[in-house]
């Protein structure tokens, strides 16, 4: 990673937290303590996340989970890691490649001015370290939803109907 790409990610995640201080700032002039108690504890949730994400000793993968929101505008995630991770160090490189490669076939299922959120999940199923990405939204192109779970690195790809015409698409990635 460039210096110059070490100081955008430090100046959008000081960004963020100013963000989340100022939120906290209102509300507490607001005299919200009740919107100022939930601020806190998702802070401290985030930041748990975050120590979690970095003890996980994958730096380019961290690295493009905390710039995703920044780098694709139509999606928000929030990122959960669970304890207990076995060691992926190793397939550092890979794991950002194929989040990577997974979200190009997602972009090209996206409607345009429709935001999509979601969660990338990073846990054990069945004693294998995996990652689980499900975003909600309105898609178009099923093709290429479907295309998604014909990559190598794709373990299942399941899509389900939401209301609103909605769906959630759920994708399990191999840590490998």
């Not at 985030?46 to 994400?53: G, I, Q, V």
């Not at 929101?69 to 995630?77: E, L, P, V």
Request: contains cysteine; proline residues 2%; hydrophobic residues 35%.
């Amino acid at each position: 990673m460039e210096y110059h790409e070490v100081m955008t990610l430090l100046g959008y995640t000081r960004h963020e937290w100013m963000n989340r201080l100022q939120l906290l700032h209102s509300y507490s002039k607001l005299g919200k303590d009740e919107k100022v108690q939930e601020k806190i504890e998702e802070a401290i949730r985030l930041a748990d996340e975050e120590r979690k994400l970095s003890n996980l000793n994958i730096p380019e993968t961290s690295v493009w989970i905390l710039a995703f929101n920044w780098t694709y505008s139509q999606f928000r995630i929030k990122f959960q890691v669970d304890e207990q991770i076995p060691s992926i160090w190793e397939y550092d490189r890979n794991i950002r490649g194929n989040l990577e490669a997974v979200m190009d076939e997602l972009i090209d299922s996206t409607q345009e001015m429709e935001l999509y959120e979601g969660v990338l999940h990073v846990k054990t199923k069945q004693d294998k370290p995996i990652i689980e990405l499900a975003f909600d939204g309105k898609f178009a192109g099923w093709g290429n939803l479907q295309m998604v779970g014909q990559k190598d690195c794709v373990q299942e790809v399941k899509i389900e109907s939401l209301p609103e015409e909605k769906s959630r698409c759920t994708i399990v990635l191999a840590c490998n």
